[in-house]
């Protein structure tokens, strides 16, 4: 009797792989319930406190003129997008490290699913699936609390910019869970917060424009997801938006999404299937 075949010998037609990944909607949605106050009340909190302290008090002490500002109107308006993508690659960062490692070395939930008519490829879109969910709900929150502060240049534009952080997020969450997946155990995640994610927060464009870095710096910047996220989102949102760069920022997002979703089921392969 094939795999396919209930006990009683009917055939039971397989579901399509996207049906499959959509059948752990329950599993991710349980997981969530233990923790949405924590999460909606810090997406509140989190872009409220970015803008006081970086946009508003800060940017008081800012005086600069909008061409040097990559168009921006206000220093507050050039921020905003930067920490909205920064928002993004931390939430990312965070989904698919630790929770990762739990869920196949702590919890061992991923050797359960795979127990079931599930395959490697399904776990790992659901996840990534439950990260890119998580963005969209913070990034809405985080535009809508912007709203009242005037940085936002039309709704399309904003709408746009949520838009934008779903890509950023599998582009940032694939290559980290690839790694997570690979790892025998957390200590390398030490070396990618603080290695990798805190010079992408402070020198991918969030917080002044890379130009002000020098030739080498900002020629090395411009390689980072960070970068292409934040001048996508910061275009979408102030409404300077160029057809040519906009293209190139959305295929390198979509370019490493595309890599590290693959990386991702690679990895994870390898430490499940044995």
């Known amino acids: 009797m094939s795999a396919t075949e209930a006990t009683s010998g009917v055939a039971v037609p397989e579901q399509p792989w996207w049906r499959r990944v959509w059948n752990l909607r329950d599993y991710w949605l349980t997981v ?83 127990a079931t008519p599930l395959g490697v490829p399904e776990i790992v879109l659901a996840n990534l699936g439950f990260v890119v969910a998580r963005v969209a709900l913070a990034s809405a929150v985080f535009v809508a609390v912007m709203v009242p502060f005037g940085v936002l240049a039309s709704p399309w534009g904003a709408l746009g910019a949520i838009a934008v952080q779903l890509v950023a997020g599998v582009a940032f969450a694939g290559p980290i869970y690839a790694f997570a997946a690979s790892s025998d155990n957390e200590q ?51 409404g300077t938006t160029e057809t040519g760069p906009a293209l190139v920022h959305l295929a390198y997002l979509a370019t490493l999404a595309a890599v590290g979703v693959a990386l991702s089921i690679r990895a994870l392969q390898r430490r499940l299937v044995r």
């Open 32 to 114: 969530y319930r233990r923790t949405w106050k924590g999460s909606v009340v810090n997406s509140f909190v989190t872009p409220l406190l970015y803008v006081a302290a970086m946009g508003m008090l800060l940017g008081s002490y800012v005086q600069a003129d909008p061409a040097t500002l990559d168009g921006a109107p206000s220093y507050l308006a050039f921020v905003v997008p930067g920490m909205l993508a920064a928002q993004t690659m931390m939430m990312a960062f965070g989904e698919s490290t630790y929770p990762v490692m739990g869920q196949i070395k702590w919890h061992k939930t991923y050797f359960s699913m795979l």
């Open 188 to 238: 390398g995640f030490t070396v990618i917060f603080r290695v990798l994610l805190l010079p992408l927060f402070l020198f991918s464009g969030g917080f002044f424009p890379v130009s002000n870095l020098g030739p080498a710096l900002e020629t090395a910047a411009a390689f980072t997801p960070l970068f292409h996220a934040t001048e996508l989102t910061r275009s979408l949102m102030i």
